[in-house]
């Protein structure tokens, strides 16, 4: 899933290692949201919209993440 996570976090000037801290996660679940390799669970993902002043729908990129996932959908 595509996230606005990293382009929000080093706006910030924030570490991998400081919003980890902030969440209560590692900075290893930072890096594989960052790289798509993980979906946040519903309440670390309104934890880091929380740090960010943004919601859930806009840092999870939820708009296209759906169109996207509707276009595969429609290829099977």
């Given at each position: 899933?595509?996230?606005?996570?990293?382009?929000?976090?080093?706006a910030?000037g924030l570490?991998?290692?400081?919003?980890?801290a902030?969440?209560?996660?590692?900075?290893?679940?930072?890096?594989?949201?960052?790289?798509?390799?993980?979906?946040?669970s519903?309440?670390?993902?309104?934890?880091?919209?929380?740090?960010?002043?943004?919601?859930?729908?806009?840092?999870?990129?939820?708009?296209?993440?759906?169109?996207?996932?509707?276009?595969?959908?429609?290829?099977?």
């Amino acid at each position: 899933m595509k996230t606005k996570l990293r382009e929000l976090r080093t706006a910030r000037g924030l570490t991998q290692q400081q919003l980890a801290a902030q969440v209560h996660v590692s900075a290893r679940t930072i890096l594989s949201i960052e790289k798509g390799q993980y979906n946040p669970s519903l309440m670390l993902a309104y934890r880091l919209a929380e740090v960010f002043g943004t919601s859930v729908e806009d840092l999870c990129c939820l708009k296209e993440n759906k169109e996207w996932e509707d276009a595969q959908n429609e290829e099977l």
